[in-house]
């Protein structure tokens, strides 16, 4: 596309002056109206100079002119393909950048749920064990409070006769027999 437009260029290159030298073959003259070429001879000197001026011009001015574009084209198209491949690059390691995160955060979170599976697990199994434990605590207590309370029992049913009659002879005002 700009090669398109740098031979335009060339080839309007060419039309300027020549539009010039026409533009400025002869002199107008009011009086007389518009004549562009009123002598041949010097239609053919124009046309010598323009030929003598374009030859060198073209060699000196306008070829390193065209020259530089088309270098300057060219190393604006290498950079633009350049910067599109590393677009493409950068793309593709964002891109494998995003699916690694994502290998990542699945693993993580698969980790993540079997540890706290066996938590839980863990945490049910030291319950159950802490319960089991406890049961076994209240059992003994229990056990121990009834034989406590047994023998407080048997205690009071053998002291149960004498405080009676003490308390007896105590009411009565008198000893009993």
């Known amino acids: 596309m700009r090669q398109a437009r740098t031979r335009g260029a060339r080839r309007?290159?060419?039309?300027?002056?020549?539009?010039?030298?026409?533009?400025?073959?002869s002199p107008a003259h009011a009086s007389k109206g518009l004549v562009l070429f009123p002598d041949p001879l010097w239609l053919l000197v124009l046309l010598l100079s323009f030929a003598a001026l374009?030859?060198?011009?073209?060699?000196?001015?306008?070829?390193?002119?065209?020259?530089?574009?088309?270098e300057r084209a060219e190393h604006i198209d290498g950079a633009?393909?350049?910067?599109?491949?590393?677009?493409?690059e950068a793309d593709e390691m964002l891109q494998r950048y995003r699916e690694s995160?994502?290998?990542?955060?699945?693993e993580a979170d698969l980790a993540r749920r079997q540890q706290?599976?066996?938590?839980?697990?863990?945490?049910?199994?030291?319950?159950?064990a802490a319960r089991?434990?406890?049961?076994?605590?209240?059992?003994?207590?229990?056990?121990?409070?009834?034989?406590?309370?047994?023998?407080?029992?048997a205690d009071l049913r053998s002291s149960v006769e004498p405080l009676a009659r003490v308390a007896a002879e105590r009411v009565?005002?008198?000893v009993l027999n």
């Open 12 to 25: 309007s290159a060419w039309l300027l002056p020549i539009i010039g030298l026409l533009g400025s073959a």
């Open 172 to 174: 009565l005002g008198r």
């Open 132 to 153: 089991s434990q406890a049961d076994g605590i209240i059992e003994r207590g229990r056990a121990e409070m009834e034989s406590w309370l047994a023998g407080a029992r």
């Open 80 to 88: 633009r393909r350049r910067a599109s491949k590393l677009q493409s």
């Open 101 to 106: 995160v994502a290998e990542v955060r699945e």
């Open 116 to 128: 706290l599976e066996a938590a839980r697990t863990e945490s049910a199994a030291q319950a159950s």
């Open 54 to 70: 374009v030859i060198p011009m073209n060699a000196l001015l306008f070829k390193p002119i065209f020259r530089v574009l088309d």
